[in-house]
C-alpha cells in the first residue's frame, strides 16, 4: 500500500508573524519557513507505517513555489521514499489544492492519504475533508490514533467531548492531530541521503486543475491587543477586584 | 435566499454551538432553516423548532445518520442543497462542524470560509489567521456561501414560538465509515465552551492529581468548568477535550482563571477573548500577565486554596 503524505511550507511556528503597513497580507520578507507542523506528524506515521511493513512506499507531494522543494526535503529526510513538487507561484488556495492532490492521488493511487489537520498559516483546516470528499473516500480527521487493519484502519478522533474511534475501508483520507505521534529529528546521515532521494516537479497546470482563487482577501489587522492589566498583591486584593471592580463574581 | 443550519446534536440534545450558528445565519439576510439529521431525534426536532430566528425545521432520519458521520451527512445536504436551493450552508466551528463543513464544500464545488468571527453582509466576513495573530477580511461570490462560525463570536439564539417541522427523504447510505465507540467525558460541570466562568491549569500544577486537589474545589466554588493548556494535556494531567487554544477549544467565559499557565501564543489564540482574565503564576515574567485583568504573582499550591476558602 502506497501512502501519499501532502505537506505545506508555511511560516515557523516560533515566528510572530506583522501585517504589512498597508494592511495588504503578511509580511513574509526575510521570515523563517518550516514544514507544516501537523503535517510533519503526518510524514511521521506514513514512515512508521511502512517501518513496521503496513505501507511499501511513503510519497510526500507539497503544491506551490519552487521554495516547497525544502520542506519535501525535510520530509525525504525524515524517511519519506519519495517527492512530488506541483508547481505553481500562484495563490493556492484549499479548495485548489485539494483539486490538485486528487490528481496526484488518480495517478499514484494510494492506499491511504495522511495529511495534517491544519496549516497554521491560514488556519483554514479543509484540505483533508475536500480531498476525501473529491476521491468519494471516508474521512477521519483530528486523527489520536491510526491502526492499520488489512483493508481497513481504525482511527481514534478527538472530538469535542472526548475520543471516537471509527472504522473506515481504503482508501481514506486521514488528518492528523499533534497527540497521533511524536515527528523524528532528521538526522544528518539521513538528511544527506535525502538529497539523492527522487524529487519530481510537475507543474500545476500538466495536471488540468484550474486553481483560480475563489476567495479575496481584503485587509489584514492585528486584533486590538488587550489592555495590560494590573498585579494584585494577595489573594484578599484579588477577590474584592473581582467582587467589586470587575463585578464577575 | 434560504441559508441551511446544520444542527449538532447526540439524538437527544441539540448541542448549544448550533444556536451561535443560528444568530449568524441571520445576519446574511433570508429565511434560516435548520437541519435535524439523525435517528430517533424528535426531541431534538422539537427543541430545534423552537429556536428563535429558525423560519423552519427539516428533519431526516434514517439509521445511517444516528452517529452523524460526514461522508452522508455531506451527500445529504447536496441533495438538500440542489432540491431546495439554499444560498448558504453553515455549521459552528466545533470539532464536529469542521469535519463536515469542507467536505459538502468539495461536493458543492464552492470555496469554504473557515471560523468566521463577523459577517458584514452576504460574501463579507472575517475570520482569524496564524492562531489569531491576524484578522483577515474574505469576500466570496460563491453561488453557496459554505461557512463555520467561530461560536465565541456570535450570541445564542434563545426560544420562540415553534416553527413549522418538514420532514425530508434520506440521502443515499455510502458505507464508507463507521462508529465503533464513543468515550465522551460526562461532566456535572458546565460545558467548556459555554461556560460563564473557566478556570483552567497548566504546567505549574506539577501532576494530575494536583490538578484535581488544587483546581476542582475552585471550579466547584465558582460553578466553573475546568480547562487546561496543551502543555498539561501533553503531559497526561487531565483528557485532550480540557485543552483551551489554537488547536483545542476557543473560548470566551465571563471570567477565566489561568492557574500556572505560562501564555504560549497557542493558548491565548484559545482564550484571550474572555471578559475578565486572572492570572495565578510565580513566574512575574509569564507572558500570561500580559493579557491578564488580574495577575497575582504567587505561589499557587498557597494561592488558589486561599482563593476557594475565601469565595
Known amino acids: 500500500m502506497k501512502v501519499l503524505v501532502p505537506v505545506k511550507r508555511v511560516v515557523d511556528y516560533n515566528v510572530k508573524v506583522r501585517v504589512r503597513s498597508d494592511n495588504s497580507g503578511v509580511d513574509l520578507n526575510g521570515v523563517k519557513m518550516a514544514i507544516n507542523p501537523f503535517d510533519e506528524i503526518a510524514v511521521e506515521e506514513a514512515v512508521r507505517l511502512r517501518e513496521s511493513q503496513l505501507a511499501s512506499e511513503v510519497i510526500v507531494v507539497s503544491c506551490g513555489s519552487a521554495a516547497s522543494q525544502e520542506t519535501l526535503r525535510t520530509a525525504l529526510a525524515m524517511g519519506a521514499d519519495r517527492a512530488i513538487l506541483v508547481e505553481s507561484d500562484a495563490e493556492l488556495q484549499p479548495l485548489a489544492v485539494a483539486r490538485l492532490l486528487k490528481a496526484v492521488a488518480d495517478r499514484e493511487q494510494p492506499g491511504l492519504v495522511i495529511c495534517g489537520k491544519q496549516a497554521i498559516d491560514d488556519d483554514a483546516n479543509q484540505t483533508g475533508q475536500m480531498l476525501a470528499a473529491l476521491m468519494g473516500v471516508g474521512q477521519a480527521t483530528f486523527a489520536s490514533k491510526l491502526v492499520v487493519d488489512g483493508n481497513a484502519i481504525q482511527v481514534t478522533r478527538e472530538v469535542d467531548g472526548g475520543l471516537e474511534t471509527l472504522a473506515l475501508k481504503l482508501p481514506a483520507v486521514v488528518t492528523a492531530d499533534l497527540r497521533l505521534n511524536e515527528p523524528r529529528y532528521a538526522t544528518l546521515p539521513n538528511i544527506m541521503k535525502a538529497k539523492k532521494k527522487p524529487l519530481e516537479a510537475l507543474p500545476a497546470a500538466s495536471l488540468g486543475v484550474d486553481v483560480t482563487p475563489r476567495l479575496r482577501h481584503g485587509r489584514h489587522e492585528e486584533p486590538a491587543p488587550r489592555k495590560g492589566g494590573v498585579k494584585v498583591a494577595d489573594v484578599a486584593e484579588l477577590v474584592g477586584k473581582l467582587k467589586n471592580e470587575a463585578k464577575v463574581i | ?311
Open chain 2, 1 to 311: 435566499m434560504k441559508t441551511l443550519v446544520i444542527a449538532e446534536h447526540d439524538n437527544t440534545r441539540l448541542a448549544g454551538a448550533t444556536r451561535h450558528a443560528v444568530t449568524a445565519a441571520a445576519l446574511l439576510g433570508g429565511e434560516v432553516e435548520l437541519l435535524v439529521a439523525g435517528e430517533g431525534c424528535g426531541a431534538v426536532v422539537d427543541e430545534a423548532a423552537r429556536v428563535a430566528g429558525v423560519s423552519r425545521v427539516i428533519r431526516v432520519e434514517a439509521p445511517f445518520y444516528r452517529d452523524l458521520l460526514a461522508e452522508n451527512l455531506a451527500a445529504l445536504v447536496l441533495s438538500l442543497v440542489q432540491l431546495k436551493s439554499y444560498g448558504s450552508v453553515l455549521a459552528a466551528s466545533t470539532a464536529w462542524g469542521k469535519n463536515l463543513a469542507p467536505r459538502i464544500a468539495a461536493l458543492l464545488d464552492v470555496a469554504q470560509v473557515s471560523d468566521v468571527v463577523k459577517i458584514s453582509g452576504r460574501g463579507c466576513y472575517q475570520r482569524p489567521i496564524y492562531a489569531g495573530n491576524v484578522l483577515v477580511g474574505v469576500e466570496s461570490d460563491e453561488p453557496v456561501q459554505v461557512l463555520t462560525l467561530r461560536t465565541t463570536a456570535f450570541d445564542a439564539a434563545g426560544d420562540g414560538a415553534p416553527v413549522p417541522v418538514e420532514v425530508a427523504e434520506a440521502g443515499p447510505d455510502l458505507g464508507l465509515s463507521q462508529l465503533l465507540r464513543r468515550e465522551i467525558s460526562r461532566s456535572e460541570r458546565p460545558e467548556l465552551g459555554a461556560a460563564k466562568i473557566v478556570v483552567s491549569g497548566g504546567r505549574g500544577l506539577g501532576n494530575g492529581d494536583n490538578y484535581q486537589q488544587v483546581l476542582t474545589p475552585l471550579a466547584d466554588r465558582l460553578g466553573a468548568a475546568l480547562g487546561a493548556s496543551r502543555a498539561a494535556v501533553d503531559a497526561g494531567y487531565v483528557p485532550n477535550d480540557y485543552q483551551v487554544g489554537q488547536t483545542g477549544k476557543i473560548v470566551a467565559p465571563g471570567l477565566y482563571v489561568a492557574v500556572g499557565i505560562s501564555g504560549a501564543i497557542q493558548h491565548l489564540a484559545g482564550m484571550k477573548d474572555s471578559g475578565v482574565i486572572v492570572a495565578i503564576n510565580k513566574d512575574p515574567d509569564a507572558p500570561i500577565f500580559q493579557v491578564a485583568d488580574y495577575g497575582l504573582v504567587a505561589d499557587l499550591f498557597e494561592a488558589v486554596p486561599a482563593l476557594t476558602a475565601t469565595l
